[in-house]
């Protein structure tokens, strides 16, 4: 099983096609949408957990890539200042898929970017503010 | 015939020192020592327990004399970064007080209000070398004319800067859960409802106080690590409270000791004196503290030798209980088990989070280590005591 947070960029010329349901019927993926929008120039965002063999969502991803979709990873744009963070762990209370936990019995604060849902939780809840969006805010907004 | 009691004076430690023959080990190498030889052997063996803590520690604070200016100035209200020192001392000293907001800080109006600068963040930008906006007004007088100066500082402008913690290292904290309905922000963390963490915050066994839980060997004078320099221990604490709940190895089971500590703002390193922004609650500062503990015997020896699995705290509703001001125990749980990641409350596993870094805590144990072993650390012996529990006075 392999899932990714990714945003999808849709150009105005195929935001009206059914895109995300071939993901399912072509590739047999499972998706979560975490935000849709349709802007006012009709291009469209779509920011979802997609979920499935690595294989298929590999031709998933070029299926949609080859619709002119922009696709992006967004575990990439949450960053860590790693001289910011002392490793306490108020982070782990609040991340909801683990991307931030701690590797026993060291006590070091892990993040692993790929499990990055980019949901925001940790940015206020780390005392040292070590947790950085570093993408367009406006796209969970 | 009977075995002599082993004891060891804090002169004959720094002989050793001077003398590159120091044994010293961090507190959690001790645990094993303690275990595999027992106390006996393990005072023998071991000169010195380095410890350490890094965590929010709200009654931080630092002194500063920002200099005569002029025309000179008696400065009534003073603002660093636009954080409010307090100014009520002589004509140009402050204190900054960690938990201090911003002057424009919206607060918590918007709930839970993100706190993003404050007093703790002033102290860390000084140390980092950083320039500080000081603005200062008066109401004037005769020998300090001017009304209102506005310069920038930095610390090495600054004649005198030292930062002196009304309380730090407590030797216990509560574990915070919550029993509400809602989500809650306070300075135990981010608590979910229904008991959805549990948060807690010491360094457990490496923790400075867990290893000498009757003060044995610390008070004013005791040198230590602080925010990356050399410190001292001033006295005890505010709310140093010896005579708290102890469990049956001594060691108390809900808040007790604390210290007060004082050290060169100029000497230390912003790694370890770090601005704290807690979501919905407010500003801090995040103190490394570190003090050795001098095998001075046995007993000593036994307390340093003490494990997560030994020590434990109360578990305390901060959802309806706390606020309340009736903080009731829900039950007991160990370091041990806090640390596994999950305890088990209410027939449920509930995971915990540590808001007190461990792996700076081992850091500044061995830091201290190390100064230690190279001669660059002397011991210094108390010249008062922190007041002990009356427990053990009458023991």
Redesign the interface.
Known sequence: MYSKMLSLRFPKTIVNEPVTVNLVKKFDLSFNILKATIYPRKEGLMVLELSGHRKNFQRGIRYLKGLGVKVESIGQDIRRDED?C?????C???CPTGALY?E??????IFDREKCSACELCV??C???AMEVRFNKSLLY | MAQKKFTRTINEINRKIKDGKVVVVTADEMVDIVKKKGPKKAAREVDVVTTGTFAPMCSSGAFLNFGHTKPAIKASRVWLNSVPAYAGVAAVDVYIGATEPAEDDPLNRVHPGQFKYGGGHVIHDLIAGKRINLVATSYGTDCYPNREIKKKVTLADLPYAVLLNPRNAYQNYNCAINLSKKTIYTYMGVLKPNAGNANYSTSGQLSPLFNDPYYLTMGLGTRIFLGGAKGYIIGPGTQHNPNAKRGKNGIPIEPAGTLMVKGDLKEMDPRWVAGVSMLGYGCSLAVGVGVPIPILNEEIALYTGISDDEIFTRIIDYGKDYPKGKASSLGLVSYAELKSGTIRFDGHDVSTVPLSSYVRALEIARILKRWIEKGKFLLAEAQEMLPTASSYITK
Do not use: D, N, Y
């Open positions: 910011k002392f490793q306490c762990g108020a782990t209370a609040v701690i026993r019995p060291e006590m070091a604060v206020s809840a005392l040292a503010r």
